[in-house]
């Protein structure tokens, strides 16, 4: 039974942008369409973007080591960042193109054939873009998810395409191929940015989620009988890993065995709620305790 990996999925997306992106370029031949052209130039950034991809979890898959004693799954953020600037360039291409159509102005062609490679291949993008936001999601790999809404946009992109096309045969206003493709190129700049600032927040080690962060909260107080208090928690994601750190205040007479069982509960009860936790504790005595933070009842 196939089970998907985030290794597996980047080496789907190679296959599966090579066969969209022949067709794409096979449509824009037949038609002579600008906006197709620029469609098919944002499907070479989806693939060199699956090669990107497919490096960096492979690398976020190694295991910790001495050099990088916690982990290499900040990876995956690198391949989202790279993604945006192949997507700046690719939307530049696609001014430049719709500009020449403007200033130079050529007859375009749309039939059944053309319209149904573009159909299949948009298809086959939505299909699997599907597939990877699912499984990115599921697998928390920030890699596979952002390849997965960089295709979506590519989804919305051919589909507009092919309107805009239609429209300009049916209006004769052939202008409005160029226009299409300007607003194709709008579109995968604001995909774009939306990449950057997440996998940004990820390399700035942004703490969770408000909703992820009080789980977090409410599972050391639910499981730190014995203890005081616990303050200064700081988390942070990087990959399918979270980190989670805090003080944990305990009365000074008692038994470091006693309290360390008190942190061996709280820990298993994390990894429990949260995937991929990682959680260090910091015991202090009493005489610690900031009265903030998480009171133990």
């Given at each position: 039974m196939?089970?998907?990996?985030?290794?597996?999925?980047?080496?789907?997306?190679?296959?599966?942008?090579?066969?969209?992106?022949?067709?794409?370029?096979w449509?824009?031949?037949?038609t002579?369409?600008?906006?197709?052209?620029?469609?098919?130039?944002?499907?070479?950034v989806?693939v060199?973007?699956?090669?990107?991809?497919?490096?960096a979890?492979?690398?976020?898959?190694r295991?910790?080591?001495?050099?990088?004693?916690?982990?290499?799954?900040?990876?995956?953020?690198?391949?989202?960042?790279?993604?945006?600037?192949?997507?700046?360039?690719a939307?530049l291409?696609?001014?430049?193109?719709a500009?020449?159509?403007?200033?130079?102005?050529?007859?375009?062609?749309?039939?059944?054939?053309?319209?149904?490679?573009?159909?299949?291949?948009?298809?086959?993008?939505g299909?699997?873009?599907?597939?990877?936001?699912?499984?990115?999601?599921k697998?928390?790999?920030?890699a596979?998810?952002?390849?997965?809404?960089?295709?979506?946009?590519?989804?919305?992109?051919?589909?507009?395409?092919?309107?805009?096309?239609?429209?300009?045969?049916?209006?004769g206003?052939?202008?409005?191929?160029a226009?299409?493709?300007?607003?194709?190129?709008?579109?995968?700049?604001?995909?774009?940015?939306l990449?950057?600032?997440?996998?940004?927040?990820g390399?700035m080690?942004?703490?969770l989620?408000?909703?992820?962060?009080?789980?977090v909260?409410?599972?050391?107080?639910?499981?730190?009988?014995?203890?005081i208090?616990?303050?200064?928690?700081?988390?942070?994601?990087?990959?399918?890993?979270?980190?989670?750190?805090?003080?944990?205040?305990?009365?000074?007479?008692?038994?470091?065995e006693?309290?360390?069982?008190?942190?061996d509960?709280?820990?298993?009860?994390?990894?429990?709620?949260?995937?991929?936790?990682?959680?260090?504790?910091?015991?202090?005595?009493?005489?610690?305790?900031?009265?903030?933070?998480?009171?133990?009842?």
């Open positions: 196939f089970k998907p990996t985030p290794i597996r999925l980047a080496i789907g997306s190679i296959l599966v942008g090579l066969v969209v992106l022949a067709l794409k370029f449509a824009a031949e037949i002579g369409s600008v906006a197709l052209l620029s469609d098919a130039l944002e499907s070479i989806n060199v973007a699956a090669f990107a991809a497919l490096i979890v492979r690398l976020a898959a295991p910790a080591d001495a050099t990088l004693p916690y982990g290499y799954h900040k990876a995956e953020y690198f391949s989202a960042v790279l993604e945006g600037v192949f997507i700046l360039i939307a291409a696609i001014f430049y193109q500009w020449q159509a403007i200033a130079n102005p050529h007859p375009i062609a749309l039939d059944v054939q053309s319209a149904a490679i573009v159909l299949a291949a948009t298809a086959i993008n299909a699997w873009c599907a597939v990877l936001i699912g499984q990115g999601r697998l928390r790999s920030p596979i998810e952002a390849d997965g809404h960089h295709l979506w946009t590519d989804v919305l992109s051919s589909l507009g395409v092919i309107v805009g096309l239609a429209a300009a045969l049916l209006t206003w052939m202008i409005l191929d226009l299409i493709a300007v607003l194709v190129g709008l579109n995968i700049l604001w995909s774009g940015s990449l950057v600032a997440r996998s940004v927040g390399l080690d942004a703490a989620p408000p909703e992820d962060l009080e789980t909260r409410q599972t050391i107080q639910t499981n730190a009988e014995g203890a208090e616990a303050h200064d928690i700081r988390t942070r994601r990087a990959g399918p890993a979270t980190f989670i750190e805090f003080h944990l205040v305990v009365p000074g007479e008692m038994s470091v006693t309290a360390h069982e008190i942190c509960r709280i820990e298993a009860a994390l990894k429990a709620a949260t995937d991929g936790a990682r959680v260090t504790i910091h015991v202090e005595p009493e005489h610690k305790a900031k009265h903030s933070g998480i009171v133990v009842v």
